[in-house]
């Protein structure tokens, strides 16, 4: 019998909406499913609970899976696993909210927002955005969230294959809007810089029978450092992009990404901006390119519990502090 996916945090703007996503961290940081990976790599999470126990997780994770090393995803070199471990992680990957199928909880949302990434994200998440407004889902507009980040790696060689003009990952989102909504024409185009800076913004938007698109690269918090994060992106949109009168946000992402964006999404646009926020990985259909389909490794996985680790100590030091944000 396949265990049930293991609740991760979302919000309604309910009074229980703390304690839910409270109860749902600690269930995933406490879970069997995470418990056998870790004791794959010589740990033992079974006498900590909670805060603590998300703080030995960050620091253990920090060890045994961060093989990124502060690279971009698809340049981390492949490591050598613990024998056993790969079956373990694709095992668990159901249960921890690493896999799919998902379906939006409600029917109508007033913005779904997409989350940039590496190239092939770029071309899935708008078809299945197109996918679920197909299906009947309800949405006055469509964001891409993402920023001037270069390609690297096989991105290069994959931007021609999709048709994508240009070398970053902007280009790629308005090429995934393209593919998905079909001929878009001239945005109206709000910004500043040349597209090259961490400190550039730009906002291009579209009115295609009677929905809003917009592709939205935001800026970096700290661009002397390093390029817009996820949290830059959710954090512009809500401040300077969103519609005021805007409540309730379907997230999609990848899949494997789904835990750790969706902590995000719930601290920034729950929490501190008192939205209705959801996550959900996009399906099997929209993921497939054929040949250039993306296929993710136990070390991909690994990664991204770390990911989730970190962003759900986050969001559990934020939910505990008795914050009052969130209400615009």
Known sequence: MIPARLALPCWTGAADDRARALASIDAWAGSAALARIVRAFGGETADRRGAELLDWLDEFSAV????????????????????????????????LGLAGPYSPRLADYDSVLMTGGMIRAEIVKPRFARELLAGGLKATCVVFLGGFRAFAGDEL?????FGVRGDNEFEAMVRGMELA?????????????????NSDWRV???????????????PSSDPERRRANTADTYRFWADRVRPREHRSVLVIT???????????????????????????G???????????????????????????????RSLRAKLTTGDQSGTE
């Open 64 to 95: 045994h899976w961060d093989f990124r090393g502060g690279a971009e995803r698809n340049l981390a070199p492949v490591a050598t696993l613990p024998d056993g471990v790969e079956s373990l992680v694709f095992e668990a990957a159901p249960e």
């Open 282 to 312: 996009a399906s099997g259909s929209a993921s497939d390119l054929g040949e250039h389909s993306q296929r993710y490794s136990a070390q991909n996985h690994l990664q991204e519990i770390r990911s989730a680790i970190r962003a759900l």
């Open 157 to 161: 060689d994959l931007a021609p294959v």
């Open 204 to 218: 291009c938007s579209w009115r295609i029978d009677g929905l809003e698109l917009r592709v939205v690269a935001a």
């Open 181 to 197: 909504f079909g001929p878009l024409g001239e945005p109206e185009v709000t910004g500043s810089g040349a597209g090259r800076g």
């Open 254 to 280: 990848t899949p494997i990404y789904v835990p750790y964006q969706g902590a995000g999404a719930v601290e920034i646009l729950g929490l501190e901006h008192g939205l209705s926020v959801e996550t959900i």
